[in-house]
T-cell receptor
Framework: GAGVSQSPSNKVTEKGKDVELRCDPI?????LYWYRQRLGQGLEFLIY????????KSGLPSDRFSAERTGESVSTLTIQRTQQEDSAVYLC??????????FGPGTRLTVL | TQLLEQSPQFLSIQEGENLTVYCNSS?????LQWYRQEPGEGPVLLVT?????EVKKLKRLTFQFGDARKDSSLHITAAQPGDTGLYLC??????????FGKGTRLHILP
């Protein structure tokens, strides 16, 4: 079956512009996670959805970051007024149980 | 704050050698997972350990969960170039939040 997909795979934008990153989870997975991975680093938790609700938004680094999920399926992560420090790979994962996450390939965001 | 510390941060060894990498915390975790991430891809789950003292084997990889469920180790026997990658441990902590370590970047030289 299809795994987790993310689009775009690469995004280059100018400082100050808004970007939207998309995640299509595995069908039927109720939980969806967003992480940020800076070059050479581990994963930084951003936000978690159970269904369409986000019970834990504690990882969002600033109010420029927001995310939504609809139909217990697709999720979008929006970054407004991008800054150079937002450059990273943004990874999405979905799961049926919390300790078995399936990751997408990520979106590499470069802010010039 | 629950943290997972991984060591070493980097490891470069010759093909055929054995190695062990560690994942340590001062906190108790209800489970620990090990993932491997290759360049340009997302992490892939290798194993989940749940019971203190548990040992799981996946071909040449042996995973152990500490008795107190605060630490874990990954031992690779006869490392191969295909084992190269970033090895991440993750734990299910309080409030069902998954916490990731910063990873061990492993490079196997042919």
């Amino acid at each position: 079956g299809a795994g987790v997909s993310q689009s775009p795979s690469n995004k280059v934008t100018e400082k100050g512009k808004d970007v939207e990153l998309r995640c299509d989870p595995i069908s039927g997975h109720t939980a969806l996670y967003w992480y940020r991975q800076r070059l050479g680093q581990g994963l930084e938790f951003l936000i978690y959805f159970q269904g369409n609700s986000a019970p834990d938004k504690s990882g969002l680094p600033s109010d420029r970051f927001s995310a939504e999920r609809t139909g217990e399926s697709v999720s979008t992560l929006t970054i407004q007024r991008t800054q150079q420090e937002d450059s990273a790979v943004y990874l999405c994962a979905s799961s049926l149980v919390v300790d078995e996450q399936f990751f997408g390939p990520g979106t590499r965001l470069t802010v010039l | 704050t629950q943290l997972l510390e991984q060591s070493p941060q980097f490891l470069s060894i010759q093909e055929g050698e054995n190695l062990t990498v560690y994942c340590n915390s001062s906190s108790v975790f209800s489970s620990l997972q090990w993932y491997r991430q290759e360049p340009g891809e997302g992490p892939v789950l290798l194993v989940t350990v749940v019971t203190g003292g548990e040992v799981k084997k996946l071909k040449r990889l042996t995973f152990q969960f500490g008795d107190a469920r605060k630490d874990s180790s990954l031992h690779i026997t006869a490392a191969q170039p295909g084992d190269t990658g970033l090895y991440l441990c993750a734990g299910e902590g309080r409030d069902d939040k998954i916490i990731f370590g910063k990873g061990t970047r492993l490079h196997i030289l042919p």
